[in-house]
């Protein structure tokens, strides 16, 4: 009987868990499940804005090459040489050439403003003319022009001033392809509206110049 009796009393002692105490233990592993949760939602979100900022940045640079890509000058500047034959009498001038471009349709006018000095034999001629192109992109180097207008000339030598019209068909070629400089080569005919209809094939080629 008194080892019952002790038992119970030991049992008496001994400390029993509380319900305050199971209660704390669920609040701090559910406190500790919500902590873990939001690190792993702060990580994603960070990872999430890491990219979002690459993304941002990669199209800015996307952008800023387009851009680059399409500015063009604002002119062009031809400086070269030509040489013009005459296809009635087979007489034959060469002389240098300078011309400047403009374009103001893109992809579809171009305006182009030149003059040249030729000489044939002891005579001179003074010429300038002014062309209406439709350019065509070949490729990022190479643009092709079809162009007509009017042209005036004024030789010595007894022949004076010449009213003209004149079709053209021009390659420019842009080796880095940025516009920066480039070369051409421009066939033209000529057929003069004065007496005796003179009529004319001419070639030049030099060097392109861009004006920013």
Same mark, same amino acid.
């Given at each position: 009987m008194w080892n019952r009796d002790a038992k119970r009393d030991a049992s008496r002692l001994m400390p029993q868990p509380?319900?305050?105490?199971?209660?704390?233990?669920?609040?701090?592993?559910?406190?500790?499940?919500? +902590?873990?949760?939001?690190?792993?939602?702060?990580?994603?979100?960070?990872?999430?804005?890491?990219?979002g900022l690459a993304a941002v940045a990669a199209l800015a640079a996307g952008a800023a090459r387009a851009e680059e890509k399409e500015k063009e000058?604002?002119?062009?500047?031809?400086?070269?040489?030509?040489?013009?034959?005459?296809?009635?009498?087979?007489?034959?001038? !060469?002389?240098?050439?300078?011309?400047?471009? !403009?374009?103001?349709? +893109?992809?579809?006018?171009?305006?182009?403003?030149?003059?040249?000095?030729? !000489?044939?034999?002891?005579? +001179?001629?003074?010429?300038?003319?002014?062309?209406f192109k439709k350019p065509f992109e070949l490729s990022d180097k190479v643009e092709f022009m079809l162009g007509a207008g009017p042209e005036w000339s004024y030789t010595t030598g007894g022949d004076g001033a010449k009213i003209s019209g004149e079709v053209s068909a021009?390659?420019?070629?842009?080796?880095?392809?940025?516009?920066?400089?480039?070369?051409f080569v421009e066939q033209s005919y000529h057929y003069s509206f004065s007496a005796g209809h003179e009529q004319s094939l001419g070639v030049a080629a030099g060097l392109l110049i861009p004006i920013p």
């Open positions: 509380s319900l305050t105490a199971a209660a704390n233990w669920r609040a701090d592993e559910s406190a500790i499940s919500r +902590k873990g949760k939001t690190a792993a939602g702060t990580g994603m979100t960070t990872r999430a804005i890491g990219i000058p604002s002119a062009v500047v031809e400086l070269g040489g030509a040489g013009e034959w005459n296809l009635q009498n087979g007489v034959s001038a !060469f002389g240098p050439t300078a011309a400047i471009e !403009f374009t103001p349709i +893109k992809n579809w006018l171009e305006i182009e403003v030149g003059t040249s000095t030729m !000489f044939r034999g002891g005579d +001179k001629e003074w010429g300038a003319d002014l062309l021009e390659f420019m070629v842009w080796p880095a392809g940025d516009h920066r400089l480039g070369w």
